[in-house]
């Protein structure tokens, strides 16, 4: 079921994205605020906590989103949060960021790297990985850390790990 | 059993017949001496002194001091008398005899019947002794059997205490020994993992003052180059 109302939820942020015509810019934006939730424990637990009237948690999302994200953005936001399904967001984005490439005939990749990527770098990833798996992507660069060095690339199930984060950590598993 | 009583018979009478043989004249025997003398004084008539001078008269005088015989009695007495002891003797024959011998046979039953009945008696104690020494046994049998099936429960009991006793002290030494390796295996993890993590810290922190921009755009362009390579 949770699959299921991910799925749909997906698929309303894309039509009305669509319907608006500024999808590429509401991915970014969507994703960003993914991210933003998922790295916060206090703002996901704030817009998820059924107790929170759905007044004040929508008055947290305009604070959020007020001058930084298109209206449009907003608006989905809003809805999916005043539906009560704040704890789903970042997975409904990544379904309706799937579903948005997967209209331009591409996958997406998400990139875990500890510093952003040049443009130059994510064209050179893109034909890289175009190359390496024979995909079209679009690549979502997500700054990490904890992965130190190197990059993380994520392409559904498939993971290909270069981090320094994976280097110490097999470094860790040879002492034991 | 007939010569028996002929011969009973033929005693009396012949003690009978000897006595009427030997029996002296009545006068001789049985009177007073004054009786006597007043008798053959009356008899030659009215007393005087001559009649006392008479020597006829005073040998029978004389005669009547002469004592009875002190064995054989009167003649009379012993017609008498042996007529009352036939009676007396055929009685006993027919009556008396017959009852004593009846009470003696009755007697000689009876002590026969106590001697059979006593006899009885023997053999039942005996049996009844039998019995009891065949029960006696019976019980110091039983008694036997259970002393030694109670000695070969305790045997068994004991054997089998000391098997567990032993299975436990194996099992004990068996856990310590494995908890000891355990215990060990474990210290060692434990300290590889405790300088592991403080060589793993070190080296990280290494690493991550060796990261400036430079370095993250190498290692970037490096891991593209990577995959791009891996198709070969």
């Known amino acids: ?176 | 059993m007939r010569n028996q009583w002929n011969r009973l018979l033929a005693a009396p009478l012949l003690a009978l017949v000897v006595l009427v043989a030997l029996a002296g004249p009545a006068s001789a025997s049985g009177e007073s001496v004054g009786a006597c003398m007043a008798e053959h004084l009356e008899a030659h008539g009215e007393l005087d002194s001559h009649l006392l001078h008479d020597e006829a008269v005073q040998d029978q005088l004389e005669k009547c001091f002469e004592a009875p015989s002190p064995i054989l009695p009167e003649l009379n007495e012993i017609i008498w008398g042996g007529g009352a002891f036939l009676i007396l003797f055929v009685l006993m024959v027919k009556k008396g005899f017959p009852a004593v011998q009846g009470a003696m046979d009755a007697r000689a039953d009876r002590i026969r019947a106590d001697l059979d009945e006593a006899d009885q008696a023997k053999l039942d104690a005996q049996s009844v002794k039998a019995g009891y020494e065949a029960r006696l046994a019976d019980a110091k049998s039983e008694a036997s059997r259970l002393i030694d099936e109670a000695r070969a429960d305790a045997e068994r009991v004991r054997a089998d205490l000391v098997a567990r006793a032993e299975a436990d002290a194996a099992g004990i030494r068996e856990r310590a020994a494995v908890e000891s390796d355990a215990a060990k295996a474990q210290a060692i993890a434990d300290l590889r993992a405790e300088v592991a993590s403080i060589a793993l810290g070190a080296a990280e922190r290494v690493v991550q003052s060796s990261l400036d921009a430079e370095v993250q755009g190498n290692l970037i362009d490096a891991y593209i180059d990577e995959v791009a390579g891996t198709d070969g």
């Open chain 1, 1 to 176: 079921m949770a699959d299921a109302a991910v799925t749909g939820y997906a698929e309303a942020l894309f039509a009305v994205a669509s319907i608006e015509g500024d999808l590429s810019a509401v991915e970014d934006e969507l994703f960003n605020f993914a991210q933003a939730l998922r790295s916060n424990d206090e703002l996901r637990s704030t817009l998820a906590d059924g107790n929170v009237p759905a007044a004040r948690r929508l008055q947290v999302v305009d604070d959020l989103l007020d001058g930084r994200a298109s209206a449009t953005t907003s608006v989905l936001v809003s809805m999916v949060v005043g539906a009560g399904r704040a704890s789903e967001l970042p997975s409904i984005v990544d379904a309706f960021i799937e579903r948005s490439a997967a209209s331009r005939n591409k996958a997406v990749a998400t990139v875990r790297s500890a510093v952003d990527l040049t443009a130059d770098q994510r064209d050179r990833l893109t034909a890289a990985i175009k190359v390496s798996t024979g995909k079209d992507v679009e690549i979502r660069v997500v700054e990490d850390p904890s992965v130190l060095g190197g990059v993380i690339t994520e392409i559904g199930d498939d993971i290909i790990d270069g981090s320094v984060r994976r280097r110490l950590n097999q470094l860790r598993e040879s002492f034991r």
